[in-house]
């Protein structure tokens, strides 16, 4: 059985920092890329970034390029974002998913709010 | 950044055919935007249902299915359901970076 769980999420500062984490199961981690979407209260699904298989491709949305890092490790079946300079905008639902292989975590919720 | 449009809102009667689109402000869609197409019911994670244009998951009820129809992606709903309610969205790729469209809410009425 697939298991995509992404944890981290929280409230934070105008400014401040977090690291969303997504572990998953079920399906070979190292041979599919992985994605960060994210989704504002009452709002449509928005691409946050991407990452190849191996981890050597990286892919930001303009909105995220620069305050954000999106990395993977292998060996813990594990998927990263780490994402800096919140602003409020930056408010949302953010889900981990596996686009090719169809799978989705429940999101973790990240509230930039002073 | 490029722009994915879709129809904001659809309406489809019981048993009916709707064909919901996706469309890019680049140009026409092709198989080089891999369009993926999501179902969304409030308050629940989304569901991948087409990948690749056409490609469909053992998930994928039958009614549903992908193509590109006039420089668009399209996603086809036959013998609509009442469960088919819900919010649609599109996600096409420009060289790697990814963009949804805005979703398409379809009600079935």
């Known amino acids: 059985e697939v298991q995509v769980v992404e944890s981290g999420g929280g409230l934070v500062q105008p400014g401040g920092s977090l690291r969303l984490s997504c572990t998953v199961s079920?399906?070979?981690?190292?041979?599919?890329?992985m994605s960060w979407v994210r989704q504002a209260p009452g709002k449509g699904l928005e691409y946050v970034s991407g990452i190849s298989g191996s981890g050597r491709l990286t892919f930001y949305a303009d909105f995220v390029k620069g305050r954000s890092t999106i990395s993977k490790d292998n060996s813990k079946n594990t998927l990263y974002l780490q994402m800096n300079t919140l602003r409020a905008e930056d408010t949302a639902v953010y889900y981990c998913a596996n686009f090719k292989g169809g799978f989705w975590g429940q999101g973790t919720l990240v509230t930039v709010s002073s | 950044q490029a722009v994915v449009t879709q129809e904001p809102s659809l309406t489809v009667s019981p048993g009916g055919t709707i064909t919901l689109t996706c469309g890019s402000n680049t140009g026409a869609v092709t198989s080089d935007h891999y369009p993926y197409w999501f179902q969304q019911k409030p308050g629940q994670a989304p569901w991948t249902l087409v990948y690749d244009i056409s490609n469909t998951y053992s998930w994928t009820p039958a009614r549903f299915s992908g193509s590109l129809l006039g420089g668009k992606a399209a996603l086809t709903l036959s013998d609509a359901q009442p469960e088919d309610e819900a919010e649609y969205f599109c996600?096409?790729?420009?060289?790697?970076?990814?963009?949804f469209g805005g979703g398409t809410k379809l009600t079935v009425l």
């Open positions: 079920g399906f070979i981690f190292s041979a599919y890329a």
């Open positions: 996600l096409l790729s420009y060289n790697g970076v990814r963009v």
